[in-house]
């Protein structure tokens, strides 16, 4: 087993499986997405990479991603907001740029940031205890990285707007039920119900499992789409009302913000 160290996830690999996992490691936040974290989650799948390119053909044939705790993760960190920080948008682009197939293992809070991170993997497991959200409206911003359109892909264009304009929160089971979901379970029995999964990937011949990972995505890019979506997300970041959102978020007794769409 091989590890790395880093401050805010736990990265391993298993040489004899070729399974690796990263686990998002931030519980008192409920792995919320910080600027260490999200620079780690890239530098994590990059020294996946790296054992790619070191190795006489493929050694990595799956990576499992969860989070510690409560969450998956609960989205952005809004501390950071405050402080005219984003989330940066590498971390959107880490799971679904990797070749090998990436499986989310969600256990708790899967919203914001944290859900797009779990569409950005190719295949996600819920337990019946996860909740699940776009709440970025109420900040008076995007789900950004691609949240959108992603959820879009997953659940279709009538639902997804619906999710993102009204910020819901739904459970496993709808999520299930949408098409979200490869696979959901109790709490229990999550960890053997995604060991199986990947298990059972790890063993195909890699090259072919790539192959397929690839095509299934090559509809799915557009480099327009990408850039219109962050011209809006700066647009957005910069309004009175995201500040009023953040403000209010972040101060108890400040009341429910007013918004004047400025």
């Given amino acids: 087993m091989s590890t790395h160290e880093f401050e805010n996830l736990d990265w391993e690999f298993d040489e004899g499986s070729g399974i690796g996992r990263i686990t998002l490691d931030r519980p ?12 780690e989650v890239v530098e994590a799948f990059e020294a996946f990479a790296e054992l790619d390119d070191e190795a006489d053909g493929v050694a990595v044939r799956a990576v499992v991603v969860s989070g510690a705790g409560r969450a998956f993760s609960a989205g952005a960190d809004v501390n950071e907001f405050a402080e005219g920080r984003t989330v ?94 490869t696979g959901r379970c109790p709490a229990d029995e999550l960890d053997d119900r995604v060991e199986s999964f990947v298990g059972t990937v790890a063993a195909q011949p890699p090259l072919a499992v790539r192959a397929t990972l690839d095509l299934a995505a090559f509809g799915q890019a557009d480099d327009g789409a990408r850039l219109y979506e962050r011209r809006l997300d700066r647009r957005l970041r910069r309004s009175a009302d995201h500040e009023a959102a953040v403000d209010a978020f972040l101060d108890d007794e400040a009341g429910e913000p007013s918004f004047e769409g400025r």
């Fill in 28 to 39: 008192d936040a409920l792995n919320a997405l910080s600027t260490p974290l999200c620079e």
């Fill in 88 to 181: 940066p948008f590498d971390v959107y682009e880490a799971a679904s740029g990797f070749e090998a197939p990436v499986v989310a293992k969600i256990d708790g809070y899967c919203l914001g940031g944290g859900l797009v991170i779990a569409l950005d993997c190719d295949f996600r497991f819920a337990s019946d205890r996860s909740e699940f959200g776009l709440p970025e409206v109420g900040l008076g911003i995007l789900a950004s990285g691609g949240g959108i359109r992603k959820l879009a892909a997953a659940v279709g264009p009538d639902r997804a707007r619906e999710l993102a304009v009204t910020g819901e929160r739904f459970s496993a089971e709808r999520a299930g039920a949408d098409g979200l979901l």
